[in-house]
């Protein structure tokens, strides 16, 4: 019997997880770029010597098309070339090539990155791959067979892409093939290394393995959802004694007084936001009705949208996503019993428009750590000042807040006066004109 070969259409599929990733990416100025956390610009798309933002948004969309068709470097280089003259921008053809690789790079090791944490029960170690030829870099060649856990903080840096022309990768393993292949699982970040070329055996002393400069950061983990600052526990962050400063006429900063902190009591009613009782949500929801009435406030109607807003005066993004309210080491839901469930509007409020933000020495874990804090009053009908709102954003990836409101409390105003004259400390950065 004659044999016979059928013939089966094969079309590739897209990398969904990498296009995820690439949709989530913002277009921002180089300015505003550089005024972002590492974590954060692992979502945005920023091009050197680009400053008006509609032309970044135009070159974005060409690399998605590349993205989503699988384009290649050649066919993007011919179709870029008009798009980049249009939009008046003469980047030469090795900065085309760059903004080529790097981005598509990153997007596919971000999308890795989801393939492999959604498999890490059944293969819990991760691999590093250096591709190790004659084009790899020393700091990323020493790095090549190292074997972590899937969650050790050697991938928050290490995860590839680690430079420009990076081609390194990780391998992901079970538990029987790291004992089948006698590796050894590591649990120390790596110091000062030697490597030894296979070709000549001559040995390099290498110092800083490891990511190049501007690309210790893994974006997979830095997805915006994944940007939103944690709750910490209540008491976790303590707030030392500290002078008052502020900034008097230019940049220089001056002693603490009634010019630089006037007194609450004298506040302008236009700096107290008016509050009724629909802000007052009710008690025994369920904390993800808590957590979607707050994503409303920032115009986000599902509880999986995340967004990213500039705190006034600080020029900081801050992203806002369900993760505020999410133990990160567990998954479950964390409403700070200080922010008062029924206060998270107020919070919100705080956080969307501070009437001051100070800039707070405080220490985490016994460590000092860089302290935002925003502050904003409130009142009803008819007390002028019937609550408040207190933020805490640690080191930009943790909270705590203080929420209150309490228009019927005997004493009520003055009590919360005291409490926020004791919160403004340490370096006044804005204050609602």
Known sequence: MPRTTARIPVDPLPPQEALAFWRGKVPVTPEAFRAMTDAARTRAFAVSGMARLDRVAALQTALADALEKGESLASFKGRIGDILQEQGWSGTAWRV???????????????????????????????????????????????????????????????PINGHRCRCGVRSLSRRQVEREGLTVQHDMPGPMVWTDPATGMEHFVAMPGADKGFAVNPGRDWLAGLAPGPLDDGAVTFPPALVLCRRGGPAFADGGDACRPPLANLAPRHILPVTNADILPRGLAPADYVLAFLKEFGLADIDASTAIRLPGVKLPVVIGKGLFIDKATGDWKLSRNARDQHVLLLARTIKSPWEIWQVPARLSGKTCTTLRMIRLFRDGEKQVGGFGVCNLVNGRGWVGTTAFMPKADRSERRILEYLEAQRTGVLLYREP
């Open 97 to 159: 090539e760059n903004l080529f690789r790097t981005n598509v790079q990153q997007a596919y090791q971000a999308g890795r990155y989801a393939q492999q944490r959604a498999t890490v029960q059944d293969r819990p170690f991760w691999q590093y791959d250096a591709i190790d030829d004659r084009l790899t870099r020393l700091r990323h060649a020493v790095l090549d067979g190292l074997v972590y856990p899937a969650d050790h903080e050697f991938w928050d840096t290490n995860y």
